[in-house]
């Protein structure tokens, strides 16, 4: 439908602002950005990116950095995504390619439990 929702989240620290079963408008999320081809899957710093800077889901939570990696899920769409709290110059190739294989992953799991 029209909401992205959150069905697993883990933090670093602390408790998160996305519970599991969250729903968020699309049109606020960065990932449906990245479903659309608006935004590349890396973003080390989300406030200065021209296209998801300003979104209200990224002021309200903070997010500073951003990966997101489509995942294969039949007739859903699935994207496995990391974010951080402040900006990431760091993050890169490599950290995309982490994601990368997580995301395989996820998309085995996915495949199994369609069988």
Not at 23 to 52: F, N, S
Not at 53 to 80: D, H, Q, S, T
Request: proline share 8%; net charge negative.
């Amino acid at each position: 439908d029209d909401h992205e929702v959150v069905r697993m989240a883990v933090f670093a620290r602390g408790d998160g602002q996305l519970a599991p079963g969250t729903a968020v408008p699309l049109r606020e999320t960065i990932c449906k950005q990245l479903l659309d081809g608006r935004i590349g899957p890396v973003i080390a710093d989300v406030a200065a990116d021209p296209v998801v800077g300003g979104l209200p889901m990224v002021r309200a939570l903070g997010v500073g950095a951003y990966i997101g990696v489509p995942v294969p899920a039949g007739e859903r769409l699935v994207v496995l995504c990391w974010m951080a709290l402040g900006a990431r110059p760091e993050i890169g190739p490599r950290e995309l390619r982490v994601c990368e294989g997580l995301a395989a992953t996820v998309a085995a799991a996915l495949d199994d439990q369609r069988r």
